[in-house]
């Protein structure tokens, strides 16, 4: 059986509930290559009661693994997708996924209320 990315924190850090989701899709060919299938440094997830301060340099240190890792797309869609609450993901905070989630948002709105207007469009010179 594979083990999902960060697993080394599966007991440490990460909230039991989330657990069950990471291994929905543990068979994904993306988790054989993350590089932080031993997180031994206890990167990728937030120990109880972090200062602020501890917690941007130990997600900085994250997102240094991130970017050598050869899975971080897949990773990074699979985090948007799920999604994952906590944790560094693909390169990507809980806090700047949440961003980037909202702008998909905004965007497919823009692009229904766009399609609207122009079926709307077309009816009226139909
Ligand atoms: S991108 Fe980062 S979090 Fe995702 S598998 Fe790679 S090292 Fe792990």
């Known amino acids: 059986m594979l083990q999902p990315p960060h697993s080394s924190l599966k007991v440490a850090a990460v909230p039991a509930q989330r657990v069950p989701a990471r291994d929905r899709d543990q068979d994904a060919p993306w988790h054989t290559e993350a590089v932080c299938r031993r997180d031994e440094a206890g990167l990728f997830f937030a120990p109880s009661k972090e200062p602020t301060a501890a917690r941007l340099s130990r997600e900085e240190a994250a997102k240094r693994v991130c970017a050598r ?58």
């Open 69 to 126: 890792c050869p899975v971080m797309v897949e990773c990074r869609e699979h985090a948007l997708l799920q999604p994952e609450p906590y944790g560094v993901w693909g390169g990507l905070t809980a806090a700047e996924r949440r961003v980037v989630l909202a702008r998909r948002r905004r965007r497919d709105m823009e692009l229904k209320k766009a399609a609207r207007t122009t079926a709307g469009h077309i009816a009226q010179a139909g």
